[in-house]
Every structure is written in structure tokens, then in C-alpha cells.
């Protein structure tokens, strides 16, 4: 190895030359590959047109204020830290995704799964920037606090360009399927401003509490119980949290992606959508898009509260493991939080 790498070297200081790299390129999906050959190139011209090339990559949802360059920063930091997961056009499969679970997402679908917005919404801005600062603990979705913060938005804006070119071609594949062929026209008018009026749309409608978060106490934990016995919960996530019920282990639940996945082991200290009550109250509020876990906004317009207490239970679960106690089964202990966190206050 280290004799190859002088070599290597050698040979570049001799000559003064590198070996030829090809640049990367985008790939079409599958859903694009599989069009009447007469249509292809026709699609592939339209996504060129609204989405770029990896060249030259422009962001569908631009109001002007997101330059060139900016994209371009955006691209480089992703090339070097996101695409051997993520995969150069956002697909999810890069070299090593095939050894995680969950595999790293494939943006195409424009669907996200932490966000602070309601069922089937698009993310908004803030929840993307968030994941990327944070990463997904109890994934393989590492944390990037340390990047400067302009970069963390240029990579932002370039996880949106791929997210969007994704967009895009599921719309023209759907399209130029239905109608047999490729309208270049429709595009403009239709498929561009739906998605951006669906990104739009979400920047407005975050998730506020029905009821403002209350200061937790062993009732609350006690109540969050049994509503997590009687409100179904358990049938997906184990009676005692931990998803080793059959169903769960049979692997029969699909995502949006088409990958197996399992209702969370809420005991195992690792919450992926965040720690913090806000954090889970939007995911029981809100479900997780793309997933199984349903959103229980209506089951709990009428009793407002009982959503707190199961953010109580979720958290008390969770935290007896991460202090080492492992899951005991029966009652409850006490449980009441140090410091209770503000929810959006600490945002
Ligand atoms: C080592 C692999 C790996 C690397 C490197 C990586 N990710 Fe991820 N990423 C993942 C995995 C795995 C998930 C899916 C987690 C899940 O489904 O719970 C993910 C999910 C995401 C999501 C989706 C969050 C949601 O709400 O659905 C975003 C956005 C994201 N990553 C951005 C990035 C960016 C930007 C970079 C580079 C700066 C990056 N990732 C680098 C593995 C990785
Ligand atoms: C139909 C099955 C199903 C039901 C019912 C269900 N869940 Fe889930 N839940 C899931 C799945 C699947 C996931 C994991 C989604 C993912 O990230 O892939 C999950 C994830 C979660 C998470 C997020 C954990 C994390 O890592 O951040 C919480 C919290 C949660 N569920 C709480 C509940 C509560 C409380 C209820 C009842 C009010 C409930 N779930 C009902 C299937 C279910």
C-alpha cells in the first residue's frame, strides 16, 4: 500500500500530472430509465433545463437570493462529506450505504422524516440545517456542529437542489408516462410552481403544542403509560417500548423507500428525531413521513394534554436506559426532569 502511494507520487512529481478524474455526473432514475426510449431524451432535457447539470446545478425553488456560487460551495462540501452516503445525486446509494440500517435518505422523494411541520408536509429550512448540525442519533447520520455556518446552509441549499431536481423527475417520469410524451410546456406551468408552492406552504405551518408543555412529574409518566397501553401505541412499539413484539421483528413494515423498517425501540436512549419534549411531541403529534408512525394530531384535539403525557413516558423510557438501569418491567419510578426544557424556547 505505502510502497504504491510513493510510486504514486513519484510519478506524479516526475510527469506533473495526475491521472485523468472524470467529473461526476447526475444519474436519471430508474422511473426516467424506464420510459419509452422515443421520450427519454426529451425528459432527460427538461430536467436538464429546470434542474442543471452537476456542472452547472440550479435550485428549482430560487427566488434569486441563492447564488452560483453559493450552490457550488454547497456541492464541494457535499462531495466531500455527504456523497459516499448520500450518493451524487441524492439517490442514497452511495459506496457505503449498503451496510446501514437505516440507509442514508434518498432525497429524491422530497420526503423528510424530522421535521417540524405536520403529516405530510415538507420539511421547512430550519429542520434540514438542524439535522445536518445535530445528525441523527442512533444512525449512522454523523453531526457537522463544527462546519462553519455558512457552510452548513451551502450544503443545505445543495441537499435542496438535489431534493428538487428529484422532484422534478418523479413529475416528469408520471407525466410523460400518462400522456406518452414530453411537454415542455407543462412543466412550466404545472410541476415547477407545485413544488415550489409545496415548499412554500411548509415554511408556514410549524407545529405549535395544542397545549403549552407543562412541568413533568411522575403523574405525568403514569398517564403517558396508559395512554401508550390504550391509545395503540403498544401494538406497534411492545407494551414496554422496546418494538420486540412480532410483528415489529418480522420486519413486515415498509418505508416510503421501500426498506424494511421497525416501530423505535423508545428504551434505547437513542431518539432519532431529538431529545428535546418539542422534539418528541412533533413526532407523536405529527407522525413520521415516509414511515409507519402514523400522526395522532385529530386522535388528541379533545384531550390535549394526554400528548404531553406520553412525551413524559417517551422521555422516561428512553432515559432509564441511557443511565444503564435497562428497561424494568412494572411500575414506573418517579420521574421528574432536573431542568424542563422550553420547548421552541430552545430551539
Ligand atoms: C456515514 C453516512 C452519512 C453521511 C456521511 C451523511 N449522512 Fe445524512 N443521513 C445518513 C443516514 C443513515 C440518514 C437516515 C437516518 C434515518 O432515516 O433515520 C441520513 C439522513 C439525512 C437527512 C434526512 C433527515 C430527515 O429528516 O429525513 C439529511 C437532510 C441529511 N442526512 C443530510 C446530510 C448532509 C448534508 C451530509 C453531509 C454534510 C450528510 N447527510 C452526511 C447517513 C449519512
Ligand atoms: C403502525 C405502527 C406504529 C404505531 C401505532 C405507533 N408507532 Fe411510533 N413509530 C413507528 C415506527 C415504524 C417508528 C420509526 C420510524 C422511523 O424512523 O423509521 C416510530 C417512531 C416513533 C417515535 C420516534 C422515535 C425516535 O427515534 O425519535 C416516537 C416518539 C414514537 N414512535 C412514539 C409513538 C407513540 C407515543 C405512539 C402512540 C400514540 C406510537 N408511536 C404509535 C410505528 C408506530
New binding site residues.
Partial sequence: MKLFSVIGMLTVGFCGCQARVEPPEFTSSAEIESLPAELKPEARKVLRQHAGTFASPVLVTNDGSTSSSTLKLGQAIYQERCVQCHGVSGDGNGPVANQMY?RPRDYRKGVY?FTSTPYGSKPVRADLVRTVMKGIR?TSMPSFKLLPPQEIEAVVDYVLVLTHRGELEEQIAVLADFDEEVDPELFEEESLPLIKQLWAQAAGSQVVPLSPQPVFTRGHVSRGKEA?LS???S???GEDGRGQNAENLAGS?K?RWGNV????D?TAGM???GQRPID?YR??YSG?NG????G?ASAFQQEPETLWD?VAY?LHVTNTRRMGIGHLPGPISPYVPETPESGDAAE
Fill in positions: 437505516p422524516k442512533g401508550f391509545k395503540g401505541c401494538k406497534c412499539h413494515f418505508d423498517t421497525r416501530a423505535a423508545l431518539l432519532h428525531g418528541v413526532r407523536i413520521i414511515t409507519p408512525m402514523p395522532f406520553l417517551v
